[in-house]
């Protein structure tokens, strides 16, 4: 079985960057980030496949974030950049045997979450 444990949120102002990280031990599998706002659904934000040959970006971050792994290190990161306050959010760690896609159902486990806050 696969366990995700996810750190590195917190808030930081608009412009800034934040990396998340998550621990993803057990099988490699196609890894992504979803995040939820408060009153709105899950989204998906990136998703990585089992060896990082391909990604895949929600229009909204494209060009800002970048999702990467580190295998030997059973690690997925999120890196975030110019972030705005509409990337304020639950970040979670996810992963799923499929092909990489950023559809919150055909994901089985989840992290516990990481908050992410950005102010004007």
């Known amino acids: 079985q696969v366990q995700l444990v996810e750190s590195g949120g917190g808030s930081v102002q608009a412009g800034g960057s934040l990396r998340l990280s998550c621990v993803a031990s057990?099988?490699?599998?196609?890894m992504a980030w979803f995040r939820q706002a408060p009153g709105k659904e899950r989204e998906g934000v990136a998703a990585?496949?089992?060896?990082?040959?391909?990604?895949v970006y929600a229009d909204s971050v494209k060009g800002r974030f970048t999702i990467s792994r580190d295998n030997a290190e059973s690690m997925v990161f999120l890196d975030m950049n110019s972030l705005t306050p509409e990337d304020t959010g639950m970040y979670y760690c996810?992963?799923?045997?499929?092909?990489?896609?950023?559809?919150?159902?055909?994901?089985?486990?989840w992290g516990q979450g990481a908050q992410v806050t950005v102010s004007s």
């Open positions: 990585i496949s089992p060896y990082g040959d391909s990604t």
């Open positions: 057990g099988y490699t599998y196609t």
């Open positions: 996810a992963a799923r045997l499929g092909k990489l896609n950023l559809s919150t159902t055909d994901y089985r486990r």
